[in-house]
Structures are given as C-alpha cells and as structure tokens.
Nanobody, 116 residues
Framework: VQLQASGGGLVQPGGSLRLSCAAS????????MGWYRQAPGNQRELVAT???????NYADSVKGRFTISRDNAKNTVYLQMNSLRPEDTAVYYC???????????WGQGTLVTVSS
C-alpha cells in the first residue's frame, strides 16, 4: 500500500486547510485510515481516524474543529481543518491500517504551518 498526501501549507490563525491522502496498491487490505501529526520536539500523535464503515475518532484537541471523511471508491481520506491554531503547526502524516490493526502504512508528511 502506498499513501500519497497533499494539501499542507501556511495559513493564518483561524483559517482552514484541507488535507487529502490517496491510497494505492493492495487497498483491499486497508480498514482504518487517518492522520497523525508531529510537532518539533514532540512525539507523533493521533489526530483523527476513520474506518471503512465511516466510524471516526478524534483527538480531544481537534474535536469540533477538524472533520475526517473518506471516499472508499477513490480510496482517499480527507481532513478538513477549520479554526486553525498555532499549536496545530506540525508535519501531518497519513496513516492506514489493515483489518487486524496489526500493520501500519505511512505516507510522506505534509507540513501545516499556522502563523500570522
């Protein structure tokens, strides 16, 4: 499975960005897809995940501001980020897991910078 992420960039506080991640290869092996992020000096942390049935999970820090969605026909996951804060600045990584949740696939990171 290969994951190709896009959509990062520079945005002012309070602004919005949308990240996309397209999966290719053995996509039938994937159940969960999602996003993690890593800020300088910090560990990588969960942002949001979504299963193939549409059920989702969010980090408390992004609840109400970020929305994860998925197009199974396109094997693509999206992260709509609204009301962005400087503390959301990080490299965002696309993630996919197999049906047993025993293996992780990672995309290349995409940098999100929230700054005035």
């Amino acid at each position: 499975v290969q994951l190709q992420a896009s959509g990062g960039g520079l945005v002012q506080p309070g602004g919005s960005l949308r990240l996309s991640c397209a999966a290719s290869g053995m996509v039938f092996s994937i159940n969960a897809m999602g996003w993690y992020r890593q800020a300088p000096g910090n560990q990588r942390e969960l942002v949001a995940t979504i299963l193939k049935d549409g059920s989702s999970n969010y980090a408390d820090s992004v609840k109400g501001r970020f929305t994860i969605s998925r197009d199974n026909a396109k094997n693509t996951v999206y992260l709509q980020m609204n009301s962005l804060r400087p503390e959301d600045t990080a490299v965002y990584y696309c993630n996919a897991q197999n049906w047993a949740f025993s293996y992780n696939y990672w995309g290349q990171g995409t940098l999100v910078t929230v700054s005035s």
